[in-house]
């Protein structure tokens, strides 16, 4: 619930925080002469930049990053880049679309998307921001605010035999001309793959399916892309659909036992690692896994969902969720 201070110069310095889960960040001081950073997590973000009050309300991750640089008017050079991380339970319930870094400055949070270059990967829970010359206070990343034209009920997918079933549905749409489907091997990357004609009544509920007939192999990701008549467009969220099972992995509790068993059925030529989150989005697990049958006892955790990745290198190859009664 304290800060980590550490100084940081011109190599890149992480600072492993975080209260519910981790949540680290990695600072790059850029501005030519090494400095005192210090940072703490705040597991909620609220409107006023503090501890406590009224909570956002838009799509956002639920934490606050409170940094405090010891000369804070000392940012010249090439500022400082910041990398946050986030796990899946630290946000809100809805798939964050474009997330963007906020920092909190004359009583308001304000988006500094275009004071610096900011990458994200949304899977991965990190943000980059680089180049940043302002001052250092409660940082936050929400979604981009904007205004859709249509109201979502659901997106959701499924994976078939040999093809995903992709369904959704609205409550209203105004000037929608259609959807277009898009889908990504790495949930950062979209292609289009399908156009979908509005519905015919805008101010009703509508119902769409989409075949998506020659699926990826691996994990898949979706999204939707909803166009104007007037051409402006607009994304909905994201969706994961996992076919990998068939593919080289597969994962499983033995019923009746705390054992967790992941089947390898491909060769590992490079590092492999399982990472096994709880519901809260705390890692519980991070471990190195190789061809083969892998098997683990968790009996020490607590019955109840839990949240399995492996990831060979830096890329996501299979994920899943298991229940452990």
């Known amino acids: 619930t304290g800060g980590l201070k550490r100084s940081v110069s011109n190599s890149a310095v992480t600072f492993p925080v975080g209260n519910s889960a981790y949540n680290p960040i990695t600072l790059t001081n850029n501005t030519g002469s090494a400095d005192d950073f210090t940072v703490r997590v705040i597991d909620e973000l ?179 892309k909803q166009v104007d008549i007037d051409g402006k467009y607009s994304y909905g969220s994201v969706i994961q659909i996992n076919r990998t099972e068939s593919q080289g992995f597969k994962a499983w509790m033995i019923p009746g036992s705390s054992q967790l068993r992941l089947q390898i059925s491909q060769p590992t030529t490079v590092a492999t690692m399982l990472q096994l989150y709880d519901a809260s989005g705390r890692l519980m697990v991070n471990t190195k896994v190789v061809s083969g049958l892998n098997q683990f006892d968790l009996s020490a955790q607590q019955a109840g969902v839990y949240y399995l990745r492996v990831l060979q290198g830096s890329l996501l190859r299979y994920a899943t969720s298991v229940v452990k009664l």
């Open 46 to 224: 609220y409107t006023n930049g503090g501890s406590s009050g009224s909570t956002v309300s838009t799509l956002r991750v639920t934490r606050t990053w409170d940094i405090v640089k010891s000369t804070p008017s000392a940012n010249a050079g090439s500022g400082v880049d910041m990398v946050f991380n986030w796990t899946p339970g630290s946000h809100t319930s809805g798939t964050l679309n474009i997330p963007k870094l906020y920092h909190y400055e004359s009583s308001n949070w304000v988006n500094k998307s275009t004071t610096g270059n900011t990458n994200y990967n949304v899977v991965a829970g990190t943000l980059n921001f680089t180049g940043y010359k302002g001052d250092f206070s409660p940082f936050s990343i929400m979604d981009d605010a904007m205004t859709l034209p249509v109201t979502w009920l659901s997106f959701t997918g499924r994976p078939l035999q040999a093809e995903i079933e992709l369904n959704w549905a609205t409550a209203s749409e105004q000037n929608n001309s259609h959807f277009d489907v898009e889908r990504s091997n790495d949930g950062i990357l979209f292609t289009n793959i399908g156009v979908v004609s509005a519905g015919a009544n805008p101010l009703f509920r509508n119902e769409y399916i989409y075949l998506d007939r020659q699926p990826l192999s691996g994990t898949s990701f979706y999204r939707l």
